[in-house]
């Protein structure tokens, strides 16, 4: 049998699942458990604990839980009193000091005494107080029984405390006794508290499966150990799984607990909470099986967060029906709607090129009260830049216009942008022309992206065509539309109207963007125009820094830093030639 290290732990959780549903042997004698030790240490010898004083031969035979406590015995009192202390969650110094006084009584204290004891231990922190009354139990003839040892896991685990941990499952071992559920629970979730993820998961495989040498599940063996692992086991393995982005590790453990432990045990914030996870680490089939179990099978309710979070998570991985569910989930829930919550949705129907869907979600955006922009749709604007895309998008769209459907502005705004950005204007202008024929109200955010495709195609004539029919259509320019006209005249010769342009948005009292300024001074560095002084005069005015790139441009009059450094080194070479020709003349 292979060590747990030797095997990856992709290969170790898939043989866990494969093998999860085997019936474990409850007829078998019980044996020690195989393991890898936690930590190899030799314990110092300790100290006896409180009673230490008192024992003057071993007690035998002890039998059950309680030894030796009858009512009618005198220690019966003693260990009533102790028992309601223990149930009192701060009580710990009335126990030590109601066991003082059972020393005093010269009484010999049995199990019942020792285990409340080792509860005020566990409570006061002191796990050398565990140890030594752990070994005095053993010496005085009154061996711990596994609830006893379970509690000095149980305080070693709260510490993540491994190396004492180790010690008591050594002494478990030495007493010939197993390990039960609890005890494998109580270890598990100290390795994570350590965050000792892979020792937890070799400790849970252990559990569940055993494989061959090569790696594989083994049909024919049996577990190597033989305790059923409860959801507790679990759910502190997939907790630090998620804590540490191991979001696929805790998916496998969950699926794991789902038929070991019962689907029906496991609470449904154990599926949101990986739900979150999944959807931030953007794992799309753990995300779509959580949403499945917690939402539609057991009703939970995810907070808006975590919808946000799925939203985006779906939106990268092409899942629009997941998108379409939370939306819908968000709406019956009464949360409020606002333009990040459709996006995602948005992202997921273009990514698998659903145009019709896609165009949508726009539509159900404006009637919802939100003002869908090109900047909301920058998904399909993306999609629409593969081959036969744009063709296949306006087919769609035609679709929609038949089936009475309202096509929204912003998807056939969308259009002509994509054609202006693929350098096709002549397919722009025929998409705009079709607006009528589609009910399309053209709108500022359409003439500006008919002047995308002018100015990819350097096309002056037809940015001034585009301004006539605005004006035309009395549709107001807005800051992009000058924007757009001042950086399609610096692609001309003559590049005087942007000048023009610029006075004209100033004397609209709006302010023109730091890019239309470093656009400006850019052409006037290159073209040598003496009016760049006044232009870095009023950039600066407008509180706009000329950045150190900027001035390197200016000074090199327009080359850039490649053709700048290629200009230099042919000046070397040159510098070098007549050097070398002077000292030719010399000899």
Same mark, same amino acid.
């Given at each position: 049998?292979?060590?747990?290290?030797?095997?990856?732990?992709?290969?170790?959780?898939?043989?866990?699942?494969?093998?999860?549903n085997?019936?474990?042997?409850?007829t078998t004698?019980?044996?020690?458990?195989?393991r890898?030790?936690?930590?190899q240490?030799?314990?110092?010898?300790l100290?006896?604990s409180?009673?230490?004083?008192?024992?003057?031969?071993?007690?035998?035979?002890?039998?059950g839980?309680?030894?030796?406590?009858y009512?009618?015995?005198?220690?019966h009192k003693?260990?009533?009193?102790?028992?309601?202390l223990?149930?009192?969650?701060q009580?710990?110094?009335?126990?030590?000091?109601?066991c003082?006084e059972?020393?005093?009584?010269n009484?010999?204290?049995?199990l019942?005494?020792?285990s409340?004891?080792l509860?005020a231990y566990e409570?006061?922190?002191?796990?050398?107080?565990?140890?030594?009354t752990?070994?005095e139990?053993?010496?005085?003839g009154?061996?711990?029984?596994?609830?006893?040892?379970n509690i000095?896991l149980?305080?070693a685990?709260t510490?993540?405390?491994?190396?004492?941990?180790?010690?008591?499952?050594?002494?478990?071992?030495?007493a010939?006794?197993?390990?039960n559920?609890n005890?494998?629970?109580i270890?598990?979730?100290?390795?994570c508290?350590?965050q000792?993820?892979?020792?937890?998961?070799?400790?849970?495989?252990?559990?569940?499966?055993?494989v061959d040498?090569?790696?594989?599940p083994?049909?024919n063996g049996?577990?190597?150990?033989?305790?059923?692992?409860?959801?507790?086991?679990?759910?502190p393995?997939?907790q630090?799984?998620?804590?540490?982005?191991e979001?696929?590790?805790?998916?496998?453990?969950?699926k794991?607990?789902e038929?070991?432990?019962g689907?029906?045990r496991?609470?449904?914030?154990v599926?949101l909470?990986?739900?979150a996870?999944?959807?931030?680490?953007y794992?799309?089939?753990?995300?779509?099986?959580?949403?499945k179990k917690?939402?539609?099978?057991?009703?939970?309710?995810p907070d808006?967060?975590?919808?946000?979070?799925?939203?985006?998570c779906?939106?990268?991985g092409?899942a629009?029906?997941?998108s379409?569910?939370?939306?819908?989930?968000?709406?019956?829930?009464g949360?409020?709607f606002?333009?990040?919550?459709f996006?995602?949705l948005?992202?997921?129907?273009s990514?698998?090129k659903?145009?019709?869907? #896609? +165009?949508n979600? @726009?539509?159900?955006m404006r009637?919802?009260?939100m003002? /869908?922009?090109?900047?909301?749709? $920058? =998904?399909l604007?993306?999609?629409?830049d593969?081959?036969?895309?744009?063709?296949?998008?306006?087919?769609?769209?035609?679709?929609?216009h038949t089936?009475?459907?309202?096509?929204?502005?912003?998807?056939?705004?969308?259009?002509?942008e994509?054609?202006g950005?693929?350098?096709?204007?002549?397919?722009?202008m025929?998409?705009?022309?079709s607006?009528?024929l589609?009910?399309?109200?053209?709108?500022?955010?359409?003439?500006?992206?008919?002047?995308?495709?002018?100015?990819?195609?350097?096309?002056m004539?037809?940015?001034?065509?585009?301004i006539?029919?605005?004006?035309a259509?009395?549709?107001d320019?807005?800051?992009?539309t000058?924007?757009?006209?001042?950086?399609?005249?610096l692609?001309?010769?003559?590049?005087?109207? #942007? +000048?023009?342009? @610029?006075?004209?948005?100033?004397?609209?009292n709006?302010? /023109?963007?730091?890019p239309i300024? $470093? =656009?400006l001074?850019?052409?006037?560095?290159?073209e040598?125009?003496?009016?760049?002084?006044?232009?870095?005069?009023?950039?600066?005015?407008?509180?706009?820094?000329v950045?150190?790139?900027l001035?390197?441009?200016?000074?090199?009059?327009?080359l850039?830093?490649?053709?700048?450094s290629?200009?230099?080194k042919?000046?070397?070479?040159a510098?070098?030639?007549r050097?070398?020709h002077?000292?030719?003349?010399?000899?």
């Amino acid at each position: 049998m292979l060590t747990r290290s030797c095997v990856p732990r992709s290969i170790r959780l898939q043989c866990f699942l494969y093998n999860s549903n085997r019936a474990h042997s409850t007829t078998t004698a019980p044996r020690h458990s195989v393991r890898t030790p936690l930590v190899q240490q030799q314990s110092p010898s300790l100290p006896t604990s409180i009673f230490a004083a008192h024992h003057r031969t071993p007690s035998i035979g002890s039998r059950g839980i309680i030894i030796d406590t009858y009512p009618a015995t005198p220690l019966h009192k003693f260990n009533k009193k102790l028992i309601s202390l223990v149930k009192e969650p701060q009580a710990c110094l009335p126990i030590f000091d109601k066991c003082r006084e059972i020393m005093d009584a010269n009484l010999k204290p049995d199990l019942t005494t020792y285990s409340v004891l080792l509860e005020a231990y566990e409570r006061n922190n002191d796990l050398e107080g565990i140890i030594r009354t752990l070994e005095e139990m053993d010496l005085v003839g009154i061996p711990p029984n596994i609830s006893a040892f379970n509690i000095g896991l149980r305080a070693a685990a709260t510490h993540g405390e491994t190396v004492m941990l180790e010690k008591i499952r050594n002494m478990i071992d030495d007493a010939g006794m197993t390990m039960n559920a609890n005890s494998y629970e109580i270890i598990i979730q100290g390795l994570c508290a350590n965050q000792e993820l892979e020792h937890a998961l070799d400790l849970l495989g252990d559990m569940t499966v055993s494989v061959d040498e090569k790696g594989q599940p083994d049909e024919n063996g049996k577990p190597v150990i033989d305790v059923r692992p409860t959801l507790l086991c679990y759910t502190p393995i997939i907790q630090l799984a998620q804590t540490l982005h191991e979001s696929e590790t805790a998916y496998l453990v969950l699926k794991m607990a789902e038929v070991q432990a019962g689907l029906s045990r496991i609470p449904p914030s154990v599926y949101l909470s990986l739900m979150a996870r999944a959807a931030e680490d953007y794992m799309l089939n753990a995300v779509e099986y959580c949403w499945k179990k917690s939402v539609k099978e057991m009703g939970a309710c995810p907070d808006e967060g975590t919808c946000m979070l799925i939203l985006n998570c779906a939106g990268q991985g092409k899942a629009p029906r997941l998108s379409a569910e939370v939306i819908q989930y968000m709406g019956e829930n009464g949360m409020d709607f606002q333009e990040y919550h459709f996006a995602p949705l948005l992202q997921a129907f273009s990514l698998a090129k659903k145009f019709k869907s #896609a +165009f949508n979600v @726009l539509s159900i955006m404006r009637t919802s009260g939100m003002k /869908p922009t090109i900047l909301t749709a $920058t =998904s399909l604007l993306k999609v629409l830049d593969d081959p036969g895309a744009i063709e296949e998008a306006l087919v769609c769209m035609k679709e929609m216009h038949t089936e009475g459907k309202v096509v929204d502005v912003v998807g056939f705004n969308v259009l002509i942008e994509a054609c202006g950005r693929g350098k096709d204007l002549t397919r722009a202008m025929n998409i705009f022309e079709s607006a009528p024929l589609l009910g399309v109200q053209t709108d500022t955010d359409t003439y500006n992206a008919l002047l995308t495709g002018c100015i990819t195609d350097r096309n002056m004539a037809e940015g001034k065509n585009v301004i006539m029919m605005m004006q035309a259509a009395r549709v107001d320019p807005n800051v992009d539309t000058y924007q757009s006209l001042i950086t399609l005249c610096l692609t001309q010769i003559n590049y005087e109207d #942007a +000048f023009m342009y @610029l006075e004209e948005m100033k004397s609209h009292n709006v302010i /023109p963007s730091e890019p239309i300024y $470093t =656009s400006l001074v850019r052409k006037l560095a290159r073209e040598n125009d003496p009016r760049i002084k006044y232009a870095i005069e009023e950039m600066e005015s407008f509180g706009y820094v000329v950045g150190p790139n900027l001035r390197e441009y200016i000074e090199t009059g327009g080359l850039s830093n490649l053709e700048e450094s290629e200009r230099r080194k042919q000046i070397r070479v040159a510098q070098r030639r007549r050097s070398g020709h002077r000292a030719h003349a010399h000899y």
